[in-house]
């Protein structure tokens, strides 16, 4: 069970393959894991203990950051997220610590949580995706309905008080246009935040 994997200068955290969207340009549907990784896949979903000792495993000395990105949503576990990057901010020499979320852990928890994350995540990376609501429920399939896009907007802005940078991305051509990354760039600047494009994969 792969629990953390290596990314470039980033050590990968995958703590489950829930999700409540089902995007059409999703990896998960034409592979089994990224850049190398092995499965990731779960038989289970891993429990703290295990978390913290795959952790343990990892020299952050040798790393640029610590991401909580697997396949799946990892707010849909948020207080084993939150546990695991207090654990990590915890160390000697603590690590960066990112996390890269649908935005919608507001929705999936039932409550603001975006504060939760001040102290124990340096960057919040959010999939905006596109900057039309109707376009977002189409392509990324929320289980929530309209409910999603406004929820991934305001937990934005509630995180840009809580964390030191929020990044909103969208993924590059052919999902999303020149013109229709300008309009996402907007946004995420109206929102305190800047936009990164993802390379279409």
Known sequence: M???YQVGEGVYVNLTNRCPCDCTFC???NADGVYGSGSLWLEREP???EVLESLGGWDFSRFREVVFCGYGEPTERLDVLLEAAAHLKALESPPQVRVNTNGLSDLVNGRPTAALFSGKVDCLSIS???????EYEAVCRPKFGAAAYPALLKFARDAVNAVPEVVLTVVGEPVCDAAKQARCRAIAEGLGARLRVRRYE
């Open 2 to 4: 792969t629990i953390t």
């Open 27 to 29: 990896l998960r549907r």
């Open 47 to 49: 429990t703290l203990d």
């Open 128 to 134: 905006l995706n596109t900057d039309d609501p109707a």
